[in-house]
C-alpha cells in the first residue's frame, strides 16, 4: 500500500481507526493477534547447547583432551587400560564447562533483562485517552503522539503535524533533519527519502510535534525490510577486560614456558614421560588465567543487575568501570536536583506582587495557559493536568483563578507556534480572536531573554511604552524573586492585523507588551542534600548546570551544598566570553553553571577533561546529546528524558534522580574493588600451584599431584570462591576513598608482589604437607622419587593446595581484618566455602572416590596437619593486615 499517496482521510478509513478517540481495546487485540508485536526479529543467541560447546573451544582444554585420549590408547597398547583417569579429566571438564555455562547464562538473563527496562515507549490514543506504553505494543491503525526529542516508533501516516522536523538518517542515510508535513499528498512512485507525510520507525523526532496514523509494525515497516536491528546488540569488551585479556596473555605465556620447563625437568629426572606430560598440560590448564575476562563479565553483569533494581541502568558495561573513577558529576537542577514539581506562589507586575484572583492575575495566567501545551482534563470536577510539569503549574494556577485552559483554547483557537527551546528560552503562540484584532501572538519565556524584546508594559490594563523606570523596578523585582529560589516565567503578547505563518520568530517575537512575572517554587529532592555531602567526602565534586536564573541557581545550590560562594556561579553568557584556553585554567573555581544553554554543556565537558578530570553528566533533551556523548559517562533522564538522549547516554537513571548518580558511583567502586579481589584470589591460587609442582621437581622430588587433582583444585574448587567474592557488599568506607585513578592499573599500590607472596606462601605450605606425607606417613626417603607412589602424601598436598586456598579466600574480602568485617558477613563465601571443603574431604574419604582421584582416606592426625597448613594464610594475612593498619594509623 502506497499510504504517502492517500489523504488523511482515506488512510483513516483504509485502516478503520478514528484519530479523535484511537483504536478501542478489542481491535488492539484482535489486530495484535493478526499482524504481531511491533518488534524486529532479532538475530538469535546461541541456544544452550552451542553456548556448552563454544565452552570447549579453548586450546588448552582440546590440548588436555587429546592428552586423555593419548593416556587411553597408549594404556590400552601397554594391554593395561587404563579408563579411570581420562574419564574423570573429560568430567572434570565437563563440569567446569557447565558451570561457565550457568554463569554465562545468569549474565546474560541480566542484561537481556536491562534490555527491556531501557526498551522505548510510545504515546498512543486508545479508548479517547493518550497513554505510555511499550512500542512494541503498537498496531496498525493506532494514533501516535510524537514529541520533540522521541523515537518514531513504527511507520505513520501524519495527520496533524507542527514544525515537524525528523532524523531519518539510519534509513535514508540523509543525516539533516527533514522536514515533515501531514497536509500533502504524493505521488505513489516517490521514493522513501521525499515521503514527507509519513515518518518511519527508528527515525527520530528533532523539533516540533504531530500526530501518525500507524500504518506498519515490526518486520512490515521500512526498516524491517532491509531488516535493520533498533538496539545495538554487541557489547564491546570494557576496558578493563581488554586490560585483562593482555594481561592474560603474558601470565599465560609464562606459565606455558614453566610448564614446558617442568616437563623438561621432569623427562631430565627420569620421571614417567607420560605422566610428566598429563601434569604438564593440567598445570597449564590449571595455571593459564583464560577465565580472567570471563569472571569480569560476569561481575559487571550481575552489579549492572544490581544497580538497575535501584534505578540506575547500565546501557553500556565499560560504563561501570568509569563511574568508579568519576571525579565530577555534572547535574542538571530541574527534577534531578529538584523535585520538578512545580507550583506557582506569586505573580508580580511592574507594580510589585499581585493577587493571583484578581484581574491582573487572570489576565497574566490565562495568557501564560494559552501559550502552553499542557492538557487539562477533569475527573469528578477536580483538573488533572497532563505535560510538562512548568506547563502544569501554568495551567493549573490559571485554572484557580477561573481561566479554564479548554474553554480559553475555543475562544482563542492556536493557529501557530514556536515551541519552547531551552537554547531560545521562549516560546511563542498565535491565537485568532475575534473580539479584540484579528490575531495575539504571545510569548512566554525566561524574564532576562523576553524583556529584551518588549517596546511596552501592560499596566492599568492597558500597554503603555516601557521605560527605563519600569524596566529597573522589573529587573528588581525579578531578582528579589529569583533570590528566594523560585522558577520566574514571563510573559508578554502582541496584537497582529495580519498573520503570515512563514514569518519567521525574530519578526514575531519582537515590539511586545509585557504582562508581568509568574514565580513558582520546585523544592529540592529531600535525598540531594545528603548525596552532595557524600560526593564530597569521595573526592567527587558536584557541579550543577541549569537553564534557570543565576539567582534561583545559586540559592537552591546553596541551600545543597553544592556552593559555598556566590563566585562559585557563572551565566552562560560569561562562559561565551571566554576562551576555552581560559576556561580550561579557571573551570575548577565554579560550582553552578546558570543560564546555559545545551551547547555550552559540551564545552563545561571537555574543560573538565582537559583537567584530567573524569566527568559524569546528566541531560534530557534532543540538544544534550553531544554532551552526553562527550562525558565520560552520560546520564539520561529516565522519566523526563527524550529517546535521543536515552539514546546517546551510557546510564538511564530511572528515577531522573542525583542520589542515584552518587550510588552508582558507589557500586561503580564497589565491582572494581570486588573484580580486584577474584582476580587476586585466582592469580595468587594459580602461582601457588605451579609452584607447588615445579618446585617440587626442581629439587627432585616426585610429582606432589596429579593431573586430575590439579584439574580440580582449578576448574571446580577454586570457581564458587571467586565468583561469590563478586557479590560482596561494598565496603563501608569505600566512599570516603579517592577516585579510582584510571591511568593506575589494576596491579598497583604493590597487589602484584602481595600475589606472588602469597602465591609463594600457598606453594609452600602445599609442599609442606607433601615432604611431611612421604617422610612420616609414606615411610619414604623423598629421593626415591621414580620407584614408589607417595600416597599420603600427595593426598596431604591435594588437600592443602584446595583448603589453603579455601581459606585464602576470605583474605580477599577487605584489607581490615575478619574480627572487624565479621566472618560470616559474605553468606555467599561461607556457603562455597562449606560446599568446596565438603567435596574435598569427600574425594578423598570416599574410597571409589578416592581411588579416582589417586588418593588415599586420611587418618584424624593427618586431618589435623592439613587443617593446620591450611589455615595458615589466614593467620599470616591477618597479622600482615594487622600491621599495616597499625602503620597507616601511626
Ligand atoms: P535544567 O533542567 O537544565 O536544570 P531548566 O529546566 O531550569 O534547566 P530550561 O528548561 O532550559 O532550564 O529553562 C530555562 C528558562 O526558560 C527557565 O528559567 C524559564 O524561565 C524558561 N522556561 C522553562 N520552561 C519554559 C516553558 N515551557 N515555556 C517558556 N519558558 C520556559
Not at 553568557?573 to 573555581?589: G, Y
Not at 562525558?631 to 536515552?646: H, L, N, Y
Not at 607472596?757 to 602445599?766: K, P
Request: hydrophobic share 45%.
Amino acid at each position: 500500500m502506497h499510504w504517502h499517496s492517500l489523504s488523511i482521510e482515506e488512510t483513516i478509513r483504509e485502516l478503520k481507526t478514528d484519530i479523535n478517540k484511537g483504536l478501542s481495546q478489542n481491535d488492539v487485540k484482535e489486530r495484535q493477534k493478526q499482524y504481531g508485536k511491533n518488534i524486529l526479529e532479532a538475530k538469535k543467541g546461541k541456544n544452550l547447547l552451542q553456548k556448552f560447546i563454544a565452552q570447549f573451544a579453548d586450546f588448552m582444554i582440546i590440548v588436555l583432551i587429546c592428552a586423555a585420549i593419548v593416556s587411553l590408547a597408549v594404556s590400552y597398547m601397554d594391554g593395561n587400560p587404563d579408563f579411570v583417569d581420562p574419564v574423570i579429566i573429560l568430567m572434570i571438564i565437563f563440569l567446569n564447562a557447565f558451570l561457565g555455562v550457568l554463569q554465562e547464562s545468569r549474565a546474560e538473563k541480566a542484561l537481556e533483562a536491562l534490555k527491556k527496562m531501557a526498551a522505548p515507549t510510545a504515546h498512543v490514543l486508545r479508548e479517547s485517552r493518550v497513554s505510555e506504553i511499550p512500542s512494541s505494543e503498537l498496531v496498525p491503525g493506532d494514533v501516535v503522539i510524537l514529541e520533540t526529542g522521541c523515537f518514531v516508533p513504527a511507520d505513520c501516516r501524519l495527520v496533524h503535524s507542527v514544525n515537524l522536523k525528523v532524523e531519518e538518517a539510519s534509513l535514508t542515510g540523509e543525516s539533516h533533519p527533514v522536514e515533515k508535513s501531514a497536509n500533502v499528498r504524493l505521488l505513489p512512485e516517490t521514493n522513501l527519502a521525499d515521503r514527507k507525510n509519513m515518518v518511519m520507525a527508528t527515525s527520530t523526532v528533532l523539533y516540533g510535534r504531530g500526530v501518525g496514523v500507524v500504518t506498519a509494525t515490526g518486520m512490515n515497516t521500512q526498516v524491517g525490510h532491509i531488516a535493520r536491528m533498533i538496539m545495538e546488540d554487541d557489547t564491546p569488551d570494557t576496558p578493563l577486560q581488554k586490560r585483562l585479556a593482555k594481561t592474560g596473555k603474558v601470565l599465560g605465556i609464562s606459565a606455558l614456558i614453566i610448564c614446558i620447563m617442568v616437563f623438561l625437568v621432569g623427562i631430565y629426572k627420569k620421571l614417567p614421560p607420560f605422566d610428566m606430560f598429563m601434569t604438564s598440560v593440567s598445570l597449564a590448564v590449571a595455571a593459564i588465567p583464560e577465565g580472567l575476562p570471563a569472571i569480569v563479565t560476569i561481575m559487571l553483569s550481575l552489579g549492572v543487575q544490581r544497580m538497575a533494581k535501584k534505578n540506575a541502568v547500565i546501557r553500556k558495561l565499560p560504563a561501570v568501570e568509569t563511574l568508579g573513577s568519576a571525579t565530577v558529576i555534572c547535574s542538571d537542577k530541574t527534577g534531578t536536583l529538584t523535585q520538578n514539581v512545580m507550583t506557582v506562589t506569586e505573580i508580580a507586575s511592574v507594580n510589585g506582587k499581585e493577587e493571583m484572583k484578581s484581574d491582573f492575575g487572570f489576565f497574566l495566567l490565562s495568557h501564560a495557559a494559552l501559550c502552553s501545551d499542557s492538557i487539562l482534563q477533569t475527573e469528578n470536577s477536580l483538573p488533572v493536568i497532563s505535560g510538562e510539569p512548568t506547563e502544569k503549574a501554568l495551567v493549573l494556577a490559571a485554572y484557580n483563578t477561573g481561566a479554564d485552559k479548554n474553554q480559553l483554547d475555543l475562544a482563542y483557537p492556536r493557529i501557530y507556534e514556536i515551541p519552547f527551546d531551552s537554547a531560545r528560552k521562549l516560546m511563542t503562540t498565535v491565537h485568532k480572536s475575534s473580539e479584540i484584532t484579528a490575531y495575539r501572538s504571545i510569548t512566554k519565556g525566561a524574564y532576562d531573554v523576553l524583556i529584551e524584546r518588549c517596546t511596552h508594559i501592560y499596566k492599568d490594563g492597558k500597554p503603555h511604552p516601557l521605560s527605563v523606570r519600569d524596566k529597573n523596578k522589573l529587573n528588581s523585582i525579578n531578582n528579589t524573586m529569583t533570590g528566594r529560589a523560585l522558577r520566574v516565567i514571563a510573559v508578554a503578547y502582541k496584537n497582529l492585523s495580519r498573520f503570515n505563518p512563514t514569518t519567521d520568530a525574530s519578526s514575531l517575537e519582537k515590539d511586545l507588551i509585557f504582562i508581568g512575572l509568574i514565580g513558582m517554587i520546585d523544592p529540592p529532592r529531600k535525598e540531594v542534600k545528603e548525596a552532595v555531602r557524600v560526593c564530597k567526602q569521595a573526592g567527587i565534586k558536584p557541579v550543577m548546570i541549569t537553564g534557570d536564573h543565576i539567582l534561583t541557581a545559586q540559592a537552591i545550590a546553596k541551600d545543597l551544598g553544592i556552593l559555598t560562594n556566590p563566585a562559585e556561579a557563572i551565566t552562560g553568557e560569561e562562559l561565551s566570553r571566554i576562551s576555552d584556553e581560559r576556561l580550561n585554567d579557571t573551570i575548577s573555581r565554579y560550582s553552578v553553571f546558570a543560564r546555559v544553554s545545551p551547547e555550552h554543556k559540551v564545552r563545561i565537558v571537555k574543560a573538565y577533561q582537559n583537567r584530567g578530570e573524569v566527568v559524569a553528566m546528566t541531560g534530557d533533551g534532543v540538544n544534550d546529546a553531544p554532551a552526553l556523548k562527550a562525558a565520560d559517562i552520560g546520564c539520561a533522564m529516565g522519566i523526563s528524558g527524550t529517546d535521543v538522549a536515552k539514546k546517546a547516554s551510557d546510564m538511564i537513571l530511572t528515577d531522573d534522580n542525583f542520589a542515584t548518580i552518587v550510588y552508582a558511583v558507589q557500586e561503580g567502586r564497589g565491582i572494581y574493588e570486588n573484580i580486584k579481589k577474584a582476580i587476586h584470589f585466582l592469580l595468587s591460587s594459580n602461582i601457588g600451584e605451579i609452584l607447588t609442582i615445579f618446585a617440587a621437581i626442581l629439587f627432585g622430588l616426585p610429582s606432589p599431584l596429579v593431573a586430575v587433582q590439579l584439574l580440580w583444585v582449578n576448574l571446580v574448587t577454586d570457581s564458587l570462591p571467586a565468583i561469590s567474592l563478586g557479590v560482596e557488599p561494598a565496603p563501608k568506607d569505600i566512599m570516603k576513598r579517592k577516585p579510582i585513578s584510571p591511568k593506575k592499573g589494576m596491579f598497583a599500590d604493590g597487589l602484584a608482589l602481595q600475589i606472588v607472596i602469597e602465591g609463594i606462601l600457598i606453594g609452600s605450605l602445599a609442599l609442606t604437607a607433601f615432604v611431611i606425607g612421604v617422610r612420616y606417613y609414606d615411610h619414604h626417603s623423598l629421593h626415591e622419587s621414580n620407584t614408589f607412589i607417595p600416597w599420603v602424601g600427595r593426598t596431604m598436598a591435594f588437600s592443602v593446595l584446595s583448603l589453603s586456598q579455601l581459606f585464602h579466600s576470605f583474605n580477599m574480602r577487605s584489607h581490615r581484618s575478619l574480627s572487624e568485617i565479621g566472618i560470616f558477613t559474605n553468606k555467599k563465601l561461607v556457603i562455597s566455602f562449606l560446599i568446596c571443603s565438603l567435596l574435598q574431604i569427600s574425594v578423598v574419604s570416599v574410597p571409589p572416590l578416592a581411588r579416582v582421584f589417586q588418593v588415599v582416606p586420611l587418618s584424624i592426625r593427618q586431618w589435623a596437619i592439613v587443617l593446620m597448613l591450611s589455615m595458615a594464610p589466614i593467620v599470616v594475612v591477618e597479622l600482615q593486615k594487622k600491621f599495616n593498619n597499625k602503620r597507616h594509623s601511626s
